[in-house]
């Protein structure tokens, strides 16, 4: 579990920070790629909203139950870069 981290967060995580995270654990950049796909694709069918949050632009999950599942099957960061 990554210490701190709670269902309740209501702040975004902007895109420098998810950069930050997977440089951090050595993603490699075709990986980084095809994520930056997958956030623009959650954020087309509304599953992540994008908005200005302490005047940068941030992400968030739009869906409760989703956010919930992820949270309950994705704890360890390490395992889900891993993957």
């Excluded at 989703?66 to 960061?77: G, K, M, V």
């Amino acid at each position: 579990m990554i210490k701190g981290v709670s269902t309740q967060i209501e702040r975004g995580v902007s895109m420098d920070e998810l950069k930050r995270l997977w440089n951090n654990y050595n993603v490699p950049e075709s990986k980084q790629l095809e994520m930056i796909k997958a956030v623009e694709r959650l954020k087309e069918r509304k599953v992540l909203r994008q908005f200005t949050d302490e005047n940068r632009e941030v992400y968030r999950l739009n869906v409760d139950l989703f956010r919930r599942w992820w949270y309950a099957h994705h704890r360890d960061i390490t395992l889900v870069l891993a993957l």
